[in-house]
């Protein structure tokens, strides 16, 4: 029985996906989103860290951490609504209430 170029390709696909599988990214993601918002806290950018803040709370929200999410989601609020952002305020409001 020959194996074909073809059979081979479709082995190792099927390798790849079965790796990849196995891989959390909502975690590898959540780590660096972590560290960028350290960054960002520690050069004074608020406003970045707040953006990366925000997609940290998406990713616990899609990762089903829910009440990690709304730690998040409550930071970034109290601090859009101090700062008079309401249009931002008004953009994060319906994910944080999903």
Do not use: C, G
């Not at 918002?37 to 990713?59: D, G, P, Q, V």
Request: hydrophobic share 45%; aromatic share 10%.
């Amino acid at each position: 029985m020959e194996i074909t170029d073809a059979q081979k390709e479709r082995e190792a696909i099927a390798a790849l996906r079965d790796a990849e599988s196995r891989i959390n990214h909502s975690e590898l993601i959540i780590s660096l989103l972590v560290q960028a918002i350290t960054h960002f806290k520690k050069h004074s950018s608020n406003r970045m860290k707040l953006y990366l803040m925000y997609n940290l709370a998406e990713e616990y929200v899609s990762s089903k951490n829910y009440d990690i999410a709304l730690n998040y989601y409550n930071h970034i609020v109290q601090a859009y609504r101090s700062e008079n952002w309401w249009l931002i305020l008004e953009a994060v409001l319906p994910a944080a209430l999903k």
